[in-house]
């Protein structure tokens, strides 16, 4: 019997979580079922300025293979689910649809799909997650699950985040994506697996936004896969070396804060 985590799975794992044992993930994997939502309507002019300053890149098939440079570096985190629009009341019905095959035809690090626990088709995506492990594992894949509300954000709490996690890992997944919540640690420690923090709907403040990846890096998140609290700011480059300063370098909230205002107001930072 092959070991079930190869060299090639722990090796495509280390380009996503880095060798500090911390991820900055940029998703931007939104318009699979949002469609061409706000700043990302034109993926490539939001994803090309921000390359340098992300360990991983979260997409679909069809924004890589039309808005990133095929030569580009950045390790792919793919999304292979999804078969519903932001238009369907129920955001759960999903399922696995771009192929193993085609992960690996496009050099992915790893494949994503979302696990919709608590809902009408939680069934489909929980053995659908089984399924993609199994398929992944053959060929050294990494599994990412995403915990997903669908339009149910106020289901973001320990109790109900520390189920869903626990559920991803048992089936398999070896990264989780969740959100972060009152008492996550409690998250954390239920989850064998890393977990890494989704952003959410735009915060209010940039403090906000550095305070939530500070408190989830605290309480034992490897990282963060963030969004629209990157490219949906202004300065969608500050945010992201702000938002890197506190996963990989230690930094405090108002250190982030500095750092932000520094590159926003024309300073270049270094990565
Ligand atoms: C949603 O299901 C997508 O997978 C996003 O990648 C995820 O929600 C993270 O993006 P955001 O930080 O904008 O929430």
New binding site residues.
């Given amino acids: 019997m092959r070991p079930i985590v190869t060299w090639g799975l722990r090796n495509r794992l280390g380009r996503i979580i880095q060798p500090d044992g911390h991820a900055v993930m940029l998703?931007v994997?939104?318009g699979y079922f949002m469609g061409p939502t706000r700043n990302l309507e034109d993926p490539r002019k939001t994803i090309t300025p921000l390359l340098p300053y992300t360990d991983s890149l979260?997409i679909t098939r069809g924004a890589l293979r039309n808005c990133v440079d095929a030569t580009a570096t950045v390790p792919v985190v793919l999304?292979v689910s999804g078969g519903v629009s932001i238009l369907s009341e129920d955001l759960s019905k999903e399922q696995v649809t771009t192929s193993v095959r085609d992960a690996l035809r496009l050099n992915a690090s790893a494949v994503?799909m979302?696990i919709f626990v608590g809902s009408p088709h939680e069934h489909q995506t929980l053995v659908g997650l089984g399924e993609l492990v199994n398929e992944c594992e053959e060929v050294g894949l990494p599994v990412l699950a995403?915990t997903?509300v669908g339009k149910e954000l106020e289901k973001r709490d320990a109790r109900y985040l520390g189920l869903a996690t626990r559920l991803a890992a048992e089936m398999g997944a070896h990264i989780v994506?969740t959100y972060f919540c009152d008492n996550f640690r409690k998250v954390v420690d239920g989850c064998p697996v890393p977990l890494v923090i989704?952003?959410?709907?735009k915060l209010n403040t940039e403090q906000d936004v550095f305070q939530l990846t500070y408190d989830a890096i605290h309480d034992g998140a490897v990282g963060v896969?963030?969004?629209?609290?990157i490219w949906q700011n202004d300065h969608p480059v500050a945010m992201i070396q702000a938002v890197r300063a506190i996963v990989h370098d230690g930094a405090s909230v108002r250190e982030a804060a500095d750092r932000f205002k520094h590159r926003k107001d024309g300073k270049r930072g270094k990565k």
Avoid: F
Wanted: hydrophobic fraction near 35%.
């Fill in positions: 998703a994997d939104h979260m999304r994503a979302s995403v997903a994506k989704a952003g959410g709907p896969d963030m969004g629209r609290n």
